[in-house]
């Protein structure tokens, strides 16, 4: 891979790695802080709203630039200033603040990123994959260790250790200050065509509720884990261990879709993770089960 592709890798890097520190244990930090479940709830509430909220108002400025890239880093710089109040913050209502603007910067870059990458890549496309997965190896890597890091630190660290991984994002970022503006994608004339078609709303609420299947796993899995009496290490080498296995599905993909088809395998999905849920429910004290 040349040199041009690769600060993409980077990138991808150190933006899932900081992913990895903050999705596994933010709650933890919240918790160690003395908050209850409310407050960490209502930490990932506003990261998921933020996802909703900060891409297209990021992209309403950055698709009028001529250097999208400078924007593109600048989303970066105000991500590490905004997290980098999480430093000073213990209140609820002062975590809550800090949160709704860390996650509107930090949720915007990566869409931007994800339009900057295809046209770097141009007729390489098949390429994308390698570079991506190096986000996936970020986050595994940060995941898996942060867990016995904090155990040696104290979760109410967690801002101060996690800081270094936006500032290397920021640093990251850097290089792409010049990357051209993404190509315009042709849109359909009828933009509500998709929603007319047959199964495409079943389809759509099969997705929704598998989402919503997941919202307290986000949010509550490593506390859920710790109240069982599993330390840091162990939680974080099972963060890691979901992460392995996403790769490795991610990787055979094309070939299980052939295999069995996309519905089968979603019927598949969907009965593997009713039964996942309940075994974290019933068995959370037993490391083997988990």
């Known amino acids: 891979m040349d040199a041009s592709l690769r600060r993409f890798s980077v990138f991808y890097f150190f933006y899932y790695a900081a992913i990895g520190a903050y999705t596994p244990y933010v709650g933890r930090w919240v918790d160690a802080l003395g908050h209850g479940g409310f ?35 600048a989303g970066c710089a105000l991500t590490l200033l905004a997290f980098s109040g999480f430093l000073f913050t213990t ?26 990458t295809p046209t770097a890549l141009g007729p390489r496309a098949n390429l994308y994959s ?59 004339a009828d933009a509500g065509h998709l929603w007319k078609r047959p199964g495409v709303r079943r389809f759509l609420l099969v997705a929704l509720l598998m989402q919503m299947g997941f919202g307290p796993f986000y949010v509550f899995y490593t506390l859920h884990l710790q109240a069982a009496g599993h330390s840091g290490t162990v939680i974080g080498l099972l963060w890691a261990l979901g992460v392995l296995v996403e790769i490795a599905v991610f990787w055979q993909a094309p070939r299980l879709i052939a295999r069995f088809g996309a ?26 089960a988990m």
């Open 263 to 288: 519905s089968r395998l979603l019927m598949i999905c969907l009965a593997v993770t009713v039964l996942r849920w309940s075994v974290t429910a019933l068995f959370a004290a037993s490391l083997p």
């Open 130 to 188: 390698r570079l991506r997965v190096w986000g996936s190896i970020g986050f595994l890597i940060v995941a898996g260790s942060y867990g016995a890091l904090l155990d040696k630190v104290g979760a109410q660290n967690f801002a101060w250790v996690s800081l270094p991984l936006f500032v290397l994002m920021l640093a990251a970022a850097w290089p792409h200050r010049h990357d051209a503006r993404p190509e315009p994608v042709a849109t359909a």
């Open 39 to 73: 407050v960490v709830g209502g930490m990932l509430v506003l990261w998921y709203a933020s996802r909703v909220l900060g891409p297209p108002a990021w992209a309403a400025l950055t698709t009028r630039s001529a250097q999208p890239g400078y924007w593109f880093v």
């Open 91 to 116: 209140s609820a209502w002062a975590l809550l603040s800090v949160m709704a603007v860390f996650g509107l910067f930090y949720n915007a870059v990566m869409p931007q990123f994800e339009a900057m």
